[in-house]
């Protein structure tokens, strides 16, 4: 009676397809959306594409309709922009603005009503570019830094309500997006820049597993006093 009912989007590939799988090893009753890909066994996978509020709406709002409530918003779904600031178009700048910042807006706001029944809370996956500059990523990274910003101010308008706000902040992590993302690396990256995209910590990339270890963290009843945080997963890069 007391499994918690638990959103993940983008739970179709990379982190949050690993997110789902251990939101649901935990006991949680867990849908995960995407537009594209298939979600673990034993999620139950919704397509939903949210950048667009009637997809969003109708989604969410059955969830939250079905089960009177939703315990946890996990907000993973993304897309990368990565090129020259000159070359950046109107599409690109409107796509990952779409998806990556308007996204986490219209799920959070249509599932207010239904976190406000369960004190849920929401986290966001924003990511390095969100906190640090990075080069060549300037679309992006002012989605992500809205991102964490939106997580930020929103964490204390709901403060006194209960409901929580967070957001994990990746660093290169073994995901279609990363191969997406160096193939789209400038021949002559300057190595000063390049240094910047670098991880400090030894050892290999962060494996989605981890990143979505940092999502579980935050949305369990052991974080109950982490609010506003913008957790920095990134192995020392920021
Ligand atoms: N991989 C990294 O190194 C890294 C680093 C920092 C931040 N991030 C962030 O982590 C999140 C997940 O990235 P990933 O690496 O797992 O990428 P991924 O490409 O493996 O997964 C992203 C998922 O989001 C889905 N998606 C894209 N647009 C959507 C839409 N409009 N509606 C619904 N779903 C949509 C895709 O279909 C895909 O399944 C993204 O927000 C990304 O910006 C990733």
New binding site residues.
């Given amino acids: 009676m007391n499994q918690r009912i638990v959103v993940v989007?983008?739970?179709?590939?990379?982190?949050?397809?690993?997110t789902a799988a251990l939101f649901r090893d935990a006991g949680d009753l867990v849908y995960g959306?995407?537009?594209?890909?298939a979600v673990p066994d034993g999620v139950a996978s919704r397509e939903?594409?949210?950048?667009?509020r009637a997809?969003v709406k109708a989604v969410i709002g059955a969830i939250g309709e079905e089960h009177g409530r939703i315990d946890v918003l996990a907000?993973?779904?993304?897309?990368?922009q990565f090129g020259r600031f000159d070359t950046i178009t109107d599409e690109q700048w409107d796509r990952v603005h779409?998806?990556?910042l308007k996204?986490p807006f219209m799920t959070m706001q249509e599932a207010l009503p239904y976190l406000r029944v369960a004190k849920g809370n929401v986290v966001n996956?924003?990511?390095?570019?969100?906190r640090v500059p990075q080069a060549y990523t300037v679309a992006?990274s002012a989605a992500?830094g809205g991102l964490t910003q939106l997580t930020r101010s929103l964490a204390l308008e709901l403060s006194p309500e209960g409901i929580r706000v967070n957001a994990v902040?990746?660093?290169?992590?073994?995901?279609?997006?990363?191969s997406?993302?160096a193939a789209m690396f400038p021949p002559d990256l300057d190595p000063r820049v390049a240094d910047r995209l670098m991880m400090m910590l030894p050892g290999p990339?962060?494996s989605?597993a981890e990143?979505g270890a940092s999502i579980v963290y935050l949305a369990s009843p052991a974080a109950r006093m982490i609010t506003g945080c913008v957790l920095a997963h990134?192995g020392g890069m920021s």
């Fill in positions: 989007t983008g739970a179709g590939s990379g982190i949050g397809h690993a959306l995407d537009i594209a890909g939903c594409n949210v950048g667009d997809s907000n993973v779904a993304g897309v990368v779409t998806v990556d996204g996956v924003s990511s390095v570019a969100g992006y992500k902040c990746p660093g290169t992590v073994d995901t279609p997006i990363v997406e993302v990339a962060i989605p990143i990134d």
